[in-house]
Nanobody, 123 residues
Framework: QVQLVESGGGLVQAGGSLRLSCAAS????????MGWFRQAPGKEREFVAA????????YCADSVKGRFTISRDGAKNTVYLQMDSLKPEDTAVYYC????????????????WGQGTQVTVSS
């Protein structure tokens, strides 16, 4: 199976940027679609972004489109989430996930999950 470990979270001022990383181990990283989800205090976990096996297709939620960018480096078994123009509403625990599908957007389509990393955006 796959183990995922997120890093890069922290405290940032509104309008600033952060880059999250998710390191994968256990199996061939390029065989999995990867995604990012987030869960804010008192809210349900929501989809943020996803990238296909090949890295050629990406999807972003409307709430982050134009501000967040997902990418992956197969050689390093790592997926990234570049977050720019951050807003206080982006404050949440961000989770990395892996799917056996070529591409996945729904939470139920993901098979492995990381422990999460906290992102806090101050106003």
């Amino acid at each position: 199976q796959v183990q995922l470990v997120e890093s890069g979270g922290g405290l940032v001022q509104a309008g600033g940027s952060l880059r999250l990383s998710c390191a994968a181990s256990g199996r061939i990283f390029s065989s999995y679609a990867m995604g990012w989800f987030r869960q804010a205090p008192g809210k349900e976990r929501e989809f943020v972004a996803a990238i296909s096996w090949s890295g050629g297709s990406t999807y972003c939620a409307d709430s982050v489109k134009g501000r967040f960018t997902i990418s992956r480096d197969g050689a390093k078994n790592t997926v990234y989430l570049q977050m720019d123009s951050l807003k206080p509403e982006d404050t949440a625990v961000y989770y990395c996930a892996a799917s056996w599908r070529r591409i996945a957007i729904r939470e139920s389509e993901y098979d492995y999950w990381g422990q999460g990393t906290q992102v806090t955006v101050s106003s």
